[in-house]
């Protein structure tokens, strides 16, 4: 039986709505978007928009963004989580990215119009890598159009801001700036149990107190605790997967190495055999049990009331897939 939590993960779906996603609380986004552009730019001001973005034609597919704000100049924030790993993550953020830059065109009149595009930004936060061309070590990737050969910057209109969580790994003596002591929150906050001398400061007595469990309405609790079942089915259902597949692998590889080797040699290869496993079994579980793991994980989250359009974009099966489950 897991711990009673004081404070809910801010990186669960329906907290970081509840911490982020409303107008008593927009003064946290705010602060906390001020301090990933790290003076690049200066919000004052939020306004929410409708997370689900429909296409324009019937058969044009939407998409649903975590959170989508409009600041004081008309430009575009979309803030993301992910939690584990996504194929495409990348293609997916230039794909919202692109929607919300074409829907800038006027119906008509483009010629008075004359592209006048305003800013567009995603920022992401990740508990997992979602790419391998990320700078090992590195947990904050400011993303913009630049000049391959100069690095001079193209258009400063359009920006990816990726943040590995994973990859910080400060200890509390070790934060110096107040993006430190955001990212140390998000990461740490669901494993405290009170709000820490070094974070007594208005923004994160808001957020602590916004976060502590016993202040969630009976409802709210209900869709926490659905949600993080739910966390939970997701990561027992890899766990196994992965169990499975290290077992299967390990015996597969002992008995091939059984047949090719002789007696002389066998100690040595044993030795191996663990190691050999360890680095194929990430991929085998990809290859061989991957689809079986994301047809269980979408079941389940159907049975838990997800939209099928909520389905696809976590798996990435198609909608009649989904629709057939």
């Known amino acids: ?157 359009l920006g990816y801001i990726y943040i590995e969580l994973h990859k910080f790994v400060k200890t509390s003596d070790q934060l110096e700036t107040d993006l430190d002591k955001w990212l140390f929150v998000l990461k740490n906050m669901s494993s405290m149990d009170k709000i820490p001398a070094y974070l007594r400061k208005p923004v994160f007595e808001k957020l602590f107190n916004i976060a502590q469990f016993t202040n969630l309405t009976k409802e709210e609790k209900m869709l926490w605790n659905n949600n993080d079942k739910h966390r939970w089915d997701n990561k027992n259902v890899m766990d196994y997967a992965i169990e499975l597949a290290v077992e299967e692998a390990t015996e597969k590889v002992r008995d091939e190495i059984t047949k090719e080797v002789t007696e002389k040699v066998k100690k040595e290869v044993t030795k191996k055999v663990t190691e050999k496993v360890k680095k194929e079994v990430t991929e085998k579980v990809k290859k061989e049990r991957g689809e079986e793991v994301i047809r269980i994980v979408a079941f389940k989250m159907k049975k838990d009331g997800y939209t099928a359009q909520q389905i696809v974009d976590i798996t990435s099966l198609s909608l009649s897939e989904v629709e057939g489950l």
């Not at 709505?17 to 001020?34: E, Q, R, T, V, W």
């Not at 194929?87 to 010629?111: C, E, H, M, V, W």
């Open 1 to 157: 039986m897991r711990q009673a939590i004081k404070y809910i993960d801010p990186l669960i779906d329906f907290a970081f709505k509840k911490i982020f996603g409303s107008d008593p609380n927009k003064d946290l986004l705010i602060d906390f978007l001020n301090e990933v552009f790290r003076g690049r730019k200066y919000i004052i001001d939020l306004i929410y928009n409708k997370n689900e973005h429909p296409g324009d034609l019937m058969n044009e597919g939407g998409v649903i963004f975590d959170l989508l704000c409009t600041g004081a100049h008309d430009e575009h924030f979309i803030i993301e989580v992910q939690r584990g790993k996504q194929k495409n993550f990348k293609q997916r953020a230039l794909f919202y990215t692109s929607r919300l830059i074409s829907d800038q065109a006027p119906k008509g009149k483009r010629n008075e119009w004359r592209y006048n595009l305003t800013e567009v930004f995603l920022i992401a936060l990740l508990e997992d890598s979602v790419a391998e061309d990320f700078q090992e070590g590195q947990y904050l990737h400011d993303i913009c159009l630049c000049d391959r050969d100069t690095g001079k910057i193209f258009y400063d209109k």
